[in-house]
C-alpha cells in the first residue's frame, strides 16, 4: 500500500499539530504519497501504531511503510536535513 502517516486529529499539543502538519507538507512537497490513519478514532488503531512502533508509549506523529516502522517525527526531520527521506520511508 505504501506510506501510512498515524496522526490525530484530537490533540491539545500545539507541537503534535505542528509536527503532523509540517510531515505532511514536505511529503507532498516531495510528491510521496501516503495514507493518514487518525489515532483518534478509537483505541484499536492507537494500540495498532503503538504495537507496530514496538513502543508502548508511541505518540503520533509516526511513519510507516505498509507495516514496516520508519520513525517519529525527531527521525523524520533528521532524514529531511540529511535528504535522505527516500531512504528513511524505506523507498529506495
Not at 7 to 26: D, F, G, P, W
Not at 64 to 80: I, L, P
Amino acid at each position: 500500500m505504501g506510506i501510512k502517516l498515524y496522526y490525530t486529529t484530537v490533540t491539545a499539543s500545539r507541537e503534535v499539530k505542528s509536527q503532523q502538519a509540517e510531515m505532511m507538507r514536505i511529503l507532498e512537497s516531495k510528491s510521496i504519497k501516503f495514507e493518514l490513519i487518525d489515532i483518534s478514532v478509537g483505541g484499536e488503531v492507537r494500540n495498532e501504531m503503538r504495537n507496530k512502533a514496538g513502543n508502548p508509549t508511541a505518540v503520533p506523529p509516526q511513519l510507516f511503510n505498509d507495516d514496516q516502522y520508519c520513525g517519529n517525527y525527531e527521525m523524520f526531520s533528521e532524514a529531511v536535513e540529511a535528504d535522505t527521506v527516500e531512504q528513511f520511508l524505506k523507498m529506495a
